[in-house]
């Protein structure tokens, strides 16, 4: 076998890249250890920045999108009893997010791969990746019915996410590693529910955070700061809507958080990583396999767009003989990833409960919150990071 580009993984990462290399002419294999079921029903992110919709109207992959994904002008803050708006709109001159569910933007672009004939391996066993620094790198992997493959490429990209094999395929002395493990994990529910609200409600509370997030009219998305090795088992449904319920409580309001059957629940443990540089050779990583932020800014699945936006071009040049892009590929990309890495690590400092944290630091944290909340330039700094910067590049320029 043969192709221009060989894609480890069919995360948003991978799939997009793929896609984004089709309108290019480029050709691409992507192989992905999953299911497609497994793929299209994993929950994760729910929240696209302004750039990130772009992206995916300019690539035609917004039908859905502009049907289904929820406009959001803002997010609530709440802290001490009260609730605060902070107005995106208002604050940055109109930018906005969409609520639109990581499952469906991966079903908008299986779909699409699908329709268009692209080549999408399921279930793949034994993934490898070999002679990195040459010009023609492989991609070798057991396809669902047993049969090894190799896959001779141009490039290579390192789609896996953050367990995945190819950033291990960097020599150690070659890869710088910051990270910071947090002292808490996110229990999060999808429950068949009405949203209690109109717009993210982010919940700072002595019990720990609290994330109010919806997925659509009817379903909605929800999540408690818990301690980091707490098991699922220890959470049955009641305990979950008794912490819920108290963590957002607005005392004299008469506002409730509606309660229904829960679908779906798991816990994420926190992280920030950041690996640089992000390509060794003719492998090049993007998204998770490069980075992960803590959720609390909705940065994740942003940045993994954001990386692919920037890296199906430097590719494309790459393959005509300029490799200026591709060199720049890991510099221009990681600017945007230590901005996120920051916002996220803030959002995540300011709200949830710090374990061990004394008197000093509880007054610190609350006090950050309210400036945020009073100062038209502390909230306008919330909203253009939370809605995305348009003045670092991301490469959304589709046309050759
Ligand atoms: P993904 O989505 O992890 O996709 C990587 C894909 O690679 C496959 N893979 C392999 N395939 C072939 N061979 C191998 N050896 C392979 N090893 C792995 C995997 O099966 C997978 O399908 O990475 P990508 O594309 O970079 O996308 C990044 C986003 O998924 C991620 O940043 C966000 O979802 C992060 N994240 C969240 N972000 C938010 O903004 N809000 C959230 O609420 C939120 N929740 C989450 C999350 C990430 C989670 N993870 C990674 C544990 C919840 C969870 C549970
Ligand atoms: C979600 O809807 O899953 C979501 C929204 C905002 C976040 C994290 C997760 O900060």
């Known amino acids: 076998m043969r192709t221009q580009v060989g894609i480890v993984g069919a995360g948003p990462a991978g799939l997009l890249l793929s896609h984004l290399l089709a309108l290019r002419g480029i050709d691409s294999v992507v192989v992905e250890t999953r299911s497609r079921a497994y793929c299209e029903a994993r929950q994760r992110a729910g929240v696209l920045e302004d750039g990130s919709v772009r992206l995916l109207r300019e690539a035609g992959l917004a039908d859905r999108l502009d049907r289904l994904g929820l406009e959001h002008g803002g997010i609530y803050l709440q802290f001490a009893g009260e609730r605060h708006h902070v107005d995106f709109r208002e604050l940055t001159g109109g930018r906005t997010v969409t609520v639109y569910a990581q499952t469906e933007v991966v079903k908008d672009l299986i ?27 492989v991609l070798r992997f057991t396809g669902a019915d047993g049969t090894r493959h190799e896959v001779g490429c141009d490039a290579i990209a390192g789609c ?5 094999i190819c950033r291990e395929a960097i020599p150690p002395d070659l890869l710088t590693v910051r990270e910071r493990g947090y002292p808490f994990a996110w229990l999060g529910i999808l429950a068949d529910v009405p949203p209690s609200t109109d717009e993210l409600i982010y919940a700072h509370h002595p019990n720990g955070f609290a994330l109010h997030s919806l997925r659509s009219p009817t379903v909605s998305r929800l999540y408690l700061q818990v301690g980091p090795d707490e098991s699922v088992g220890a959470w049955p449904d009641d305990r979950i809507w ?37 390509r060794y ?13 803590p959720p609390t800014g909705a940065k994740g699945l942003n940045l ?3 990386d692919v936006a920037v890296l199906a071009p430097a590719l494309d040049a790459l393959l005509h003989g ?79």
Request: charged share 20%.
């Open 111 to 137: 779909a699409k791969r699908v329709a268009s004939g692209g080549a999408v391996h399921f279930d793949v066993v034994d993934t490898e990746v070999d002679h990195l620094t040459s010009d023609q790198p």
């Open 242 to 278: 008794d912490e819920l319920q108290c963590r957002f409580e607005l005392p004299g309001s008469g506002w409730r958080l509606k309660q229904g059957p829960v679908l779906d629940k798991g816990i994420t443990p926190m992280r920030s990583f950041v690996g640089a540089p992000m």
């Open 304 to 306: 993994a767009m954001a």
């Open 160 to 164: 896996d996410g953050f367990h995945g």
């Open 281 to 293: 050779g003719r492998l090049f990583l993007a998204g998770d396999a490069a980075h992960i932020v």
């Open 322 to 400: 300029d490799a200026r892009p591709a060199d720049d590929y890991s510099a221009t990309c990681l600017r945007r990833v230590w901005r996120s890495t920051h916002f996220s690590w803030w959002m995540t400092s300011m709200l949830h409960r710090i374990p061990g944290a004394d008197d000093m630091e509880a007054e610190l944290q609350l006090s950050q919150l309210r400036y945020v909340v009073a100062s038209r330039a502390a909230a306008t700094s919330l909203a253009e990071n939370y809605t995305g910067y348009p003045e670092l590049p991301a490469g959304t320029n589709l046309a050759r």
